[in-house]
């Protein structure tokens, strides 16, 4: 395992990654330009490894290895020693570009440089180094202690012995690594747009409101959270950026076409909890003001609609990722369970659904809309003619 790991930014995915390489008993630079937010950083850690301790989690030895194992620093070259370093900073290519070309100078030749973009080209990134191999996309999700999803992201310049490292270094923090193609949204981000997607357009056309689409894809389909629920908890600021870099990145490909709704709603600043409004109200706790169950009624036949749309261009989207060789079968649905929480895989969804079923919703949507939007993906015809299912999976 390296031993030796440098952190930029100590806002809180980078304070979450020290917390995870610390925990795994690595020496860990934190390296943020404010020292204010390095101070907040350290109180913060102390108070959720307390909380730890209090729950039984890990013994007070632990707890003061841990925070043993973190050093905050101001200075940059502080992560000369690194032997791998993860940069959780702006999603800002120029910016990021600036640091690598920066901490290039300062790190040894063998230094993996670690981006944890979410939606950032991996290779645009590498091409700011004299030695491009080393950078690799090490995508964690939020909060990073507890999600037990990383994706991997090679670029076309990464070395095959940097990616072997990087994800043996990951596993052995304690993680399932998923690795991915260096495409937009890599796996996590590009096949749960459907989700987000799907459920603002069925919105969007009067179909039901936010109350009734959550409440079938809670109560129906199992997620944990409902879209609209889940937009408001990641930020609608955050969510539609994310939509609009890929739909971009995918040369405006209609499957990812942002929402005007969402956009409005970023524009008038109505980001969710964080704000207090957004697709719901919520009291100075980050609560709900009124709850689904009570706001609105239940039509089962409508919620079975609503679960079937949503699900199969889910489906659809996750078996497109696999036909265009982002990921392993198993890294996808891996992906979707351990990175997002799905109460399944989604390839194993289809099986259970039926690789006909999903053709012939894909089909209906298809026949109704004439969009593009709706294409089946080319994976699932190609299945149905071999008489092939997936392999069921059961993760890591």
Not at 138 to 145: K, T
Not at 235 to 253: L, R
Request: with cysteine; glycine share 8%; proline share 3%.
């Amino acid at each position: 395992m390296i031993k030796n790991i440098g952190i930029i930014g100590a806002g809180t995915m980078g304070s979450g990654i020290a917390q995870v390489a610390a925990t795994a008993g690595c020496k860990v630079h934190v390296y943020d330009t404010n020292k204010t937010v390095l101070q907040d950083a350290r109180s913060k850690l102390s108070k959720i490894l307390a909380r730890l301790v209090e729950k039984g989690r890990i013994g007070p030895a632990k707890k003061e290895e841990i925070e043993q194992n973190i050093t905050y620093v101001s200075d940059l070259k502080d992560l000369a020693e690194s032997d791998l370093v993860i940069e959780a900073i702006v999603e800002n290519l120029t910016v990021k570009q600036k640091l690598f070309k920066e901490l290039e100078q300062l790190v040894s030749k063998e230094t993996i440089l670690g981006t944890n973009t979410s939606s950032l080209s991996i290779a645009s990134i590498a091409s700011a180094l004299k030695h491009p191999e080393r950078c690799i996309g090490i995508h964690f999700f939020n909060p990073a202690p507890l999600m037990k999803l990383v994706e991997v992201i090679p670029a076309v310049q990464t070395s095959s012995t940097v990616t072997t490292r990087a994800v043996q270094t990951i596993e052995d923090w304690g993680k399932v690594v998923a690795v991915a193609k260096d495409t937009p949204g890599f796996i996590v981000n590009r096949v749960a747009r459907p989700f987000y997607g799907e459920a603002l357009r069925i919105y969007e056309e009067g179909f039901a409101s936010f109350a009734q689409i959550d409440d079938a894809m809670k109560r129906l389909g199992g997620f944990r959270m409902g879209p609209f629920e889940l937009m408001d908890f990641i930020g609608n600021d955050v969510n539609y950026v994310v939509t609009e870099t890929v739909f971009t990145s995918f040369y405006f490909d209609p499957r990812y076409k942002p929402s005007f709704t969402q956009k409005r709603m970023a524009e008038a600043g109505y980001f969710g909890r964080k704000s207090g409004k957004g697709y719901y109200d919520y009291d100075e706790n980050g609560s709900k003001v009124i709850s689904i169950s009570s706001e609105e009624s239940h039509d089962p036949a409508l919620a079975k609609k609503i679960l079937n749309r949503i699900l199969v261009m889910l489906i659809n989207e996750a078996a497109d990722a696999l036909f265009w060789n982002v990921a392993s079968a198993q890294d996808i649905d891996n992906a979707m369970t351990k990175g997002v929480n799905y109460p399944k895989g989604l390839l194993a969804w289809a099986n259970e659904k039926g690789i006909a079923w999903c053709i012939e919703e894909m089909d209906q949507l298809y026949d109704t809309y004439r969009e593009d939007r709706y294409r089946c993906s080319p994976l699932l015809r190609k299945m149905a003619l071999e008489g092939v299912s997936f392999e069921s999976f059961s993760g890591e």
